[in-house]
T-cell receptor, first 111, second 118 residues
């Protein structure tokens, strides 16, 4: 039973444009959300997070939006760069150290 | 810091054989996690330890899977006997909880072990 879902397995975007990656969750107890980025043959690395008390968090070109009523979060990358090409995992947690991850979205930024 | 170290990076074995995956967490981290990555299910948590004690092993798929953490700097994930459906990438991650900080701590992942069971 997948509590965190990423329904788009892949996404292609032109360099310089905005990339929007989406994530849905089912557990209303989740109060902390994260995005991880994964390059081939490497482990995932932390990218950005957001607490449920916020609806937006920015870090440079990366912004995460949280819509609690819709149980939806999204990651915006502006402007997209070829080096952003990777698999992005959404994760969620409820009051603890255990993270529930989605299936990932493979982003390709076309030069 | 060398980060989380996993070995081997690649493992090819035949069905029925025992497979042992190894992990060395980041020094000072008190949480250790084992994940499995598949196309269908993404990153699944198999088991996690706190201070070398298993806390939640509900993600371990079957009795064929077992994990140990004999000390703070070493953990193993064993599959016996292995089956073709166990083929996946297995990740180890570690994190720490410091007093006074958020209880949500970044997990640092190792490079993974790609397991192929023929």
């Amino acid at each position: 039973d997948q509590q965190v879902k990423q329904n788009s397995p892949s996404l292609s975007v032109q360099e310089g444009r905005i990339s929007i990656l989406n994530c849905d969750y089912t557990n209303s107890m989740f109060d902390y959300f994260l995005w991880y980025k994964k390059y081939p043959a490497e482990g995932p690395t932390f990218l950005i997070s957001i607490s449920s008390i916020k609806d937006k968090n920015e870090d440079g070109r990366f912004t995460v939006f949280l819509n609690k009523s819709a149980k939806h979060l999204s990651l915006h990358i502006v402007p997209s760069q070829p080096g952003d090409s990777a698999v992005y995992f959404c994760a969620a947690s409820a009051f603890g150290n255990q993270f529930y991850f989605g299936t990932g979205t493979s982003l390709t930024v076309i030069p | 810091d060398a980060g989380v170290i996993q070995s081997p990076r690649h493992e090819v074995t035949e069905m029925g054989q025992e497979v042992t995956l190894r992990c060395k967490p980041i020094s000072g981290h008190d949480y250790l996690f084992w994940y499995r990555q598949t196309m269908m299910r993404g990153l699944e948590l198999l088991i996690y330890f706190n201070n070398n004690v298993p806390i939640d092993d509900s993600g371990m798929p079957e009795d064929r899977f077992s994990a140990k953490m004999p000390n703070a700097s070493f953990s193993t994930l064993k599959i016996q006997p292995s089956e073709p459906r166990d083929s996946a990438v297995y990740f180890c991650a570690s994190s720490s909880r410091s007093s006074g900080q958020s209880s949500y701590n970044e997990q640092f992942f190792g490079p993974g072990t790609r397991l192929t069971v023929l």
